[in-house]
């Protein structure tokens, strides 16, 4: 029992981390700040790469988003352009 909740604490923690991260990058391109979201959109690759790596979420999940943030960054930069 102890492990487990030990595993729950650490799995919380990776996948709140991935989860804003992502969130931060969403909210830096919906207000057109291209720049700025292309750095938060790496951090948030890393963040949901660790979390696939640690089990805490799918390696097709993880990749079904790092897909969707990366979709979102090439509509910004073409409407930037």
Do not use: F, P, Y
């Amino acid at each position: 029992m102890r492990q487990s909740i030990r595993h729950r604490a650490r799995n919380r923690i990776v996948r709140m981390n991935a989860r804003t991260k992502v969130k931060d990058a969403n909210q830096l391109l919906a207000a057109g700040k291209v720049e700025e979201g292309e750095k938060a959109v790496r951090q948030a690759v890393r963040a949901l790469d660790l979390a696939a790596q640690k089990g805490v979420i799918k390696r097709n999940n993880a990749a079904r988003r790092k897909a969707r943030l990366m979709k979102k960054l090439n509509q910004a930069k073409a409407a930037k352009a």
